[in-house]
């Protein structure tokens, strides 16, 4: 008897622009990424790394980039105008520490050494709140199962929403995950957006539609 294949890789859904690439889009993609672009061998020597999933226009990634010069940041995205908008902002600032992986986080996941990375930016997932599509959310078990094997031990993982639906999918997740401990303990505690983070683009939208926004936080602990 055939067994059925069990899908270990949550399905990704990949936004399309709302309007055709411009021609300076499609240069800084084409050319000027290849200087930015994920290669295993450019940070094998850096030990301090932050991973940033999702990064959007890429506001977050270039702030963490000036506050930690000696980090190095790896930055992940789908979206092809966010990811022309950080190349571009990276090359005008001369920013020296980002490197960009432009493509699903769970190929990233697979090519990152173990317990190599300090601290994992998750600002604003996608939180589909359609039922048909909540298999396209990306937090779920097999995905913390996956990025606690790159976190070092007490690394941490940052993640904001506006989605109260989603956070209680996400907090359900990380607390029968024994191997992250929640460091807000409370939701209370998760109202203030930390001083590692700075506003996003979705989160502007959060704030004109008037809804609550989380900022948890979390541990590996083992
Ligand atoms: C709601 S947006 C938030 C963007 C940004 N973090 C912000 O706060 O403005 C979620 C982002 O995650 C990206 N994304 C979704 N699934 C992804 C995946 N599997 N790998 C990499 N990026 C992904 C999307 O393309 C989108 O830009």
New binding site residues.
């Given amino acids: 008897m055939k067994k059925s294949k069990k899908i270990l890789i ?1 399905l ?4 399309k622009p709302r309007r055709p690439l411009s021609k300076k889009q499609k240069g800084l993609l084409k050319f000027t990424l290849q200087k930015f672009l994920f290669k295993k061998e450019k940070v094998q020597n850096s030990k301090k790394r932050f991973l ?6 890429g ?2 990634i270039i702030h963490l980039s000036k506050k930690n010069g000696d980090k190095l940041i790896i930055g ?4 092809e105008p ?1 990811i022309a908008n950080l190349v571009s902002k990276i090359e005008s600032e001369n920013l020296k520490n980002i490197y960009i992986f432009p ?4 190929s ?1 996941l697979s090519k990152l050494k173990k317990n190599s990375i300090e601290k994992i ?7 589909w709140p359609k039922k048909k599509h909540y298999k ?1 959310r ?1 937090i779920s078990s097999v995905f913390l199962n996956k990025i606690n094997s790159v976190l070092k031990t007490n690394g941490i993982v940052f993640v ?1 929403t506006d989605s109260e639906d989603y956070l209680k999918v996400i907090l359900n997740n990380f607390l029968l995950n024994k191997n992250f401990l929640w460091v807000n303990k409370k939701i209370s505690n998760c109202y203030k957006r930390p001083k590692d983070l700075i506003e ?4 502007k ?1 959060a704030n004109i539609k008037n809804n609550k926004k989380y900022f948890l936080k979390f541990k590996k602990i083992c």
């Fill in positions: 949550p990704f859904y990949k936004k940033e999933i999702g990064f959007g226009y506001e977050n992940c995205e789908i979206y966010g493509e699903n986080i769970f990233l930016f998750i600002l604003y997932p996608d939180p396209r990306l904001s996003t683009k979705y989160e939208k």
